[in-house]
Nanobody
Framework: QVSLVESGGGLVQAGGSLRLTCVAS????????MGWYRRAPGKQRELVAR????????DYADSVKGRFTISRDNAKKTLYLQMNSLKPDDTAVYYC??????WGWGQGTQVTVSS
């Protein structure tokens, strides 16, 4: 079982940047594909970025491609999401979790982008 704690969100103006961090505890992080998800107000949770277990392969939703970068440090059991050129539509609570193995959801971290 893996426990996940997200941080790094905040209030930023459109065009700004944020770096989200997800720290995992327990076993299972290093061997699993991981992803960043978000839930915007009134919408379902969506997957915005995913990364292979070793970190060599990444994939992004069209809405964030070219602006967001996912990375991981397996030695630190940590997942990152660098978000640049933020838009008001990126406003959401951001969560990390596995792709195939979905563990309990953390509390998420709120990202608010003002216009």
């Amino acid at each position: 079982q893996v426990s996940l704690v997200e941080s790094g969100g905040g209030l930023v103006q459109a065009g700004g940047s944020l770096r989200l961090t997800c720290v995992a505890s327990g076993s299972g992080f290093s061997g699993n594909r991981m992803g960043w998800y978000r839930r915007a107000p009134g919408k379902q949770r969506e997957l915005v970025a995913r990364i292979s277990s070793g970190g060599s392969s990444t994939d992004y939703a069209d809405s964030v491609k070219g602006r967001f970068t996912i990375s991981r440090d397996n030695a630190k059991k940590t997942l990152y999401l660098q978000m640049n050129s933020l838009k008001p539509d990126d406003t959401a609570v951001y969560y990390c979790n596995g792709i195939v193995n979905i563990w309990g959801w953390g509390q998420g971290t709120q990202v608010t982008v003002s216009s």
